[in-house]
Structures are given as C-alpha cells and as structure tokens.
C-alpha cells in the first residue's frame, strides 16, 4: 500500500512566520510631526534600524524586515487616517497574515504621554483611523498598540490638539519611547501578544522621564 504525502508548502512555512505591523497616519509631509502620525513615526524608525527602504505600493508605503526568523511587514497606509481599513485589509490578505499576526500602532488621547498599551482586542475610543479599520474587517478583534499622547485640549479642540506638533519636552522623550516600541513590537512577534502586553504595559510618569533625561544631559 502506498500512502501520499502533499510536501508542505515552503511558503506557507514563511507565511506562519510572517506579521503585519502597520502605523497609522497621514501621508502629506505637513502631518510628519504631528501626534497623530506616531503610527508611522515608529515604522520610519523601525525600517531605518534596519537599513530598508519603503516601496510605494497599493494603499501603502511597504518594507519588509527580518528578525529572529520571523518577517516583519511593516505598512503606512497611503489611504490617510479614516480610511484606514482599506490598507490594512488589503495587506493582510496580500501578504496572508491572520488577524493574530497584525498590529496596528495608534495614537490615543485617553493615555498619558508616553504611555504604552497593547491589547488584542477594543473599541475605536473615538479614534477614526481604528473606527474605519473596525468598520472594513467587519470586527475589533484584533491587536493594537496605543501609545498615549494626553488629553491637555480645551473643549471642543481634539481635532487640532491631534494635528499639533509634539511639544519641545515631548520631542525630547518621543526617541527613547519610540525605541521601546520598536522592542514590543519584535516581542509581538517572537514571545506572543499576552506575554508582550505583561512586559510593556506599564505607568509613564512624564516629569519624571523628563527630570532623568535633563540631568543625564547635564552630567
């Protein structure tokens, strides 16, 4: 008797080593700075660690990374913030990456500056780029990183306090976070969501963060 074996798929061996990061914001080079653009702020710095260099494709600018066996597709939609969801669900299914192996990095005025927040499932807070992505794929049930940026606006100014740039103090601690985030997101893909969100998850105290750097560079 003669059994049959279908040899496995080099590609779907990849494939199940393969994550979409993708960093929400705004394309034109005005919204560069802004509190708004910290999803492909990340993405930029990621890529430039790397040494790779983003190719213009369909709803988004993409690079690809290796690390530690795994590919990172890293993605900033071209379709600006609240149409999100069109990228995000064109590049999963382009790159077939399930809904498990993708992260969207987002702003988020409900968390203080600084402050990191990964969860695998919530809401849109409010927040237009993640309301789209929810409406396109049918459901919130996927993973997010939040990064806080505060809510000092006054009424009715949520819309321009988003598309400020950060401020001098801030500027100064946006690197060292961002560099954190870079290290969540490569522990998304090599320890898991629930063990990463254990290790990032923690208070920001801004002054105090501020108070360090200052003296480090007075030393």
Not at 5 to 16: C, G, M, Y
Not at 30 to 46: M, P, S
Not at 89 to 106: G, P, Q, R
Not at 123 to 145: E, M, P, W
């Amino acid at each position: 008797m003669f059994f049959l074996f279908k040899k496995k798929s080099k590609i779907n061996e990849v494939d199940t080593m393969k994550y979409l990061i993708v960093g929400l914001g705004n394309p034109d080079e005005k919204y560069a700075e802004t509190r708004h653009n910290i999803g492909f702020k990340v993405i930029d710095a990621f890529a430039k660690d790397s040494n790779t260099i983003f190719e213009h494709k369909r709803y988004a600018d993409v690079t690809k990374i290796k690390y530690k066996g795994r590919i990172f597709v890293l993605a900033k939609p071209m379709t600006y913030m609240n149409l999100s969801g069109k990228a995000v669900d064109y590049w999963m299914k382009k790159e077939k990456v399930s809904i498990e192996k993708t992260l969207i990095i987002v702003d988020d005025l409900a968390l203080p500056f600084g402050t990191i927040r990964l969860k695998n499932k919530g809401g849109d807070a409010g927040h237009n780029g993640l309301k789209d992505i929810i409406a396109t794929l049918g459901h919130s049930n996927f993973n997010r990183l939040r990064f806080g940026i505060g809510d000092s606006f006054s009424k009715g100014k949520q819309a321009d306090f988003v598309l400020e740039n950060w401020t001098n103090n801030e500027a100064k601690l946006l690197p060292e976070r961002i560099d954190r985030i870079i290290t969540a997101v490569k522990n998304f893909g090599t320890i898991g969501m629930d063990r990463t969100m254990n290790f990032f998850n923690k208070k920001y105290d801004f002054q105090i963060e501020l108070e360090k750097l200052n003296k480090k560079k007075d030393a």
